[in-house]
């Protein structure tokens, strides 16, 4: 059973989160603010965060920060807003999708399955991927080719460790879009994904006119080429 932490200080809201969540078989616990969030982070182990952006004391901003400094654990975001600086900025700081108020219940479940089900592609306790002289540190969201640290935003780093947990895989660009973000490709069309694909090669590849390691399957979609393996 999933076990789910809802940061969330609206009382009849909560209720009815809970009660939804515990009825498609999860395991909820509740914090009404940062400060509590943090404790029961500290005392249990989470599968996934459903954090409300507005809280007594503090955001779920503050709460996704200090989270991604020790964790991949998936993380959604509740907001009333759909105000794009809010998207963005939940994103950037390390934050897996978002839900803006008010929502659907069956919406919100459907997003968490997703998120659990890309959480489930590697080992819960895998740390670290390594592959063509590259290294991602996965719980610090660092990435490494050979001695030389790279810089990514964060759909770019998405897009590296996705294709380097499927070596010699080729993946549709619907299936990118769809394990990158959600099962409606949100927040990114299929234009946009040809983008970040393009600025990936100019930053993991020698050539990034001919490249080795991000093959394009033409008609299909794209292929990690594992062509040297970390002795």
Known sequence: MNKILLVEDDLSLIVGLEFSLQKNGFLVEIARTVKEAFSRIEDSKYDLLILDLTLPD???????????????VPIIFLTASDEEVN?????DIGGDDYIT???????????????????GLTDREQ?????NDLTVKLLESRVWKGKQE???????????CLLMRNPNIVLTREQTLD???????????????SVYVRRLRSKIEDDPEK???LMTVRGLGYRWNVIKERD
Request: overall charge positive; some cysteine; proline content about 3%.
């Open 58 to 72: 503090g955001s779920g901003f503050d709460i996704c920060r200090k989270i991604r400094q020790s964790s991949a």
């Open 150 to 160: 790279l810089e990514f935003t964060t759909a770019e780093y998405r897009l590296l």
């Open 127 to 131: 740390i670290e991927l390594q592959s």
């Open 211 to 213: 490249p080795k390691l």
């Open 101 to 119: 108020k008010p929502f659907k219940l069956n919406e919100l479940v459907s997003r968490i399955q997703a998120l659990l089900r890309r959480a």
């Open 87 to 91: 998207i963005v900025m939940g994103l």
């Open 179 to 193: 394990r990158l973000w959600d099962h409606n490709g949100s927040f990114i069309d299929d234009n946009t994904l």
